[in-house]
């Protein structure tokens, strides 16, 4: 009889065990390289950029947010091109370099605002920066000569870095790199 009790306690604490773990294991989600996990619901959003989250079906919603660094090409040419100093037109491309920040408030504003499947889509990024890079540009292209814009490329770099500033809403510009620069032809 005392036998009989103890097989169905020990299996009945074999058994809750295995629920747990199901439980944990269905309800456990991790974080792909890249990415970004924000869970909100119950308790707020969070989110989580290294380790695994918990998400109960009925209580909670994730999504996936892609914080990989992206490139922003612009092109200005033609009647179009960059106005220097000296009133010589160039025909350029620069490529910006911009990702998500890191930090959990700058995640939670883009989910809240963009939403976490937008937020890294080409197209959207392109809408969201576009104007602002382009102006960044023509601002600070008028401050050099044509020439100067093949011999002082660093410096022409840091000076549009500098015009945009590092924090867009969320974003982040990493870098710049001048990838044509020509005169416009006449």
Known sequence: MFENILVIVIASVILIIIGFLVIFAKTHKKVPQGKALVRTGVGGAKVTLDE???????????????????????HRAGSEGLICKDNMRADIKVVFFV????????????????????????????????????????????????????????????????TIGTDLNGYVLDDCAIDYLEQTSI
């Open 99 to 162: 990702r998500v920040n890191k930090k959990t408030a700058d995640i939670i504003e883009v989910a809240q605002t963009i939403g976490c499947q937008r937020a890294s889509r080409q197209e959207t990024l392109n809408n969201l920066f576009d104007a602002k890079f382009s102006e960044a540009l023509k601002t600070v292209g008028k401050g050099f000569d044509f020439v100067d814009l093949y011999t002082e490329r660093e410096e022409f770099k840091k000076e549009i870095i500098e």
């Open 52 to 74: 695994g989250i918990m998400v109960v079906p009925i209580l909670h919603r994730v999504e996936e947010m892609d914080i990989s660094l992206k490139t922003i090409e612009v």
